[in-house]
């Protein structure tokens, strides 16, 4: 029961992480900013839209939405709650949302380069590229908690904190997966989801042929995707799994609130990297992942 709670909580509150982040980014500039509902405003608005497709395009570019959004849902149920294991969990099971979410970008990449945009297929390239040097540094991470952990699950991995076989490199993986959230969900500093020039632009380039429904998927799927990175990195240091349900909820909703104000403190304070130092903070953060891998094996 409470598996299947965290799999609503998430479909329901994901789209309300935005808009704290929003609202943070406002508060640090003097702004009073957007409203902590504005995401569901926005997706609401979408879905009563029609769907304007390009003559050139074929299935690929409707389908792409449908697949993101489907892939963000299944990896969201291999997740822990606050108080439970996962509704579908099993031995090994990280690696099959690791790719949910990888098919995911890869069906996006597709319709992108489905639309014939020359602006799209940038955007597609710069997305693969950065994913494919993500993808190995979130692997090491996963493997860095299955050392310690009692399953070689994300139950078994997740929501045990940092308390009890405490080491100091287990310290590294909530930055690790701090960075891969910043990285997978395209936040500064490595791409600005409110800029509007098309030459800088990374994911929000790559999506500006979708339109009505389709483009609701895509921003929906892009909410569940920013929930399951930043549930892990609060998993990855809060016990809430050792607390009573209540008390373990409450906690886990404050860190996703910290989490999302961690988000818009980074976005206000500093700058979008150059596209050719993203590679740097990325291999910065599998090398930390490594470290933390070996340690935590030798210990």
């Not at 969201?76 to 949910?100: H, M, N, Q, R, V």
């Amino acid at each position: 029961m409470d598996a299947l709670a965290h799999f609503l909580a998430a479909l329901i509150l994901a789209p309300l992480l935005p808009g704290i982040i929003n609202r943070v980014k406002a508060r640090l500039s003097g702004r009073v900013g957007r409203p902590l509902l504005q995401t569901y405003f926005d997706l609401a608005r979408l879905v009563r839209k029609g769907v304007v497709e390009s003559e050139t395009s074929s299935w690929m570019l409707p389908l792409g939405p449908v697949v993101s959004l489907a892939t963000a849902a299944i990896a969201l149920t291999l997740l822990p709650g606050p108080a439970g294991a996962s509704p579908a969990a099993f031995t090994g099971d990280f690696i099959l949302a690791a790719y949910c979410l990888g098919l995911g970008r890869l069906a996006l990449i597709l319709a992108a380069l489905d639309s014939g945009s020359s602006f799209e297929g940038m955007g597609a390239s710069r997305e693969a590229a950065f994913s494919a040097l993500a993808e190995p540094v979130l692997f090491l991470c996963l493997l860095a908690l299955a050392a310690g952990a009692p399953d070689i699950s994300l139950s078994g991995m997740l929501g045990q904190g940092l308390t009890g076989d405490l080491a100091p490199e287990r310290l590294f993986v909530p930055v690790i997966l701090f960075i891969l959230l910043l990285t997978e969900n395209c936040r500064i500093p490595v791409d600005d989801p409110n800029t509007h020039l098309e030459l800088t632009m990374i994911h929000e380039v790559m999506v500006l042929d979708h339109s009505g429904p389709d483009m609701a998927a895509i921003v929906y799927g892009s909410c569940l995707k920013l929930w399951f990175f930043a549930a892990a990195t609060a998993l990855s240091v809060l016990p809430v799994r050792a607390m009573e349900p209540l008390a373990g909820w409450a906690v886990f909703l404050a860190g996703m609130v910290v989490v999302a104000g961690a988000v818009g403190l980074v976005e206000s304070s500093m700058a979008r990297l150059r596209l050719i130092r993203v590679p740097r903070l990325l291999g910065a953060a599998g090398t930390l992942a490594a470290l933390s891998l070996v340690l935590t094996v030798w210990r």
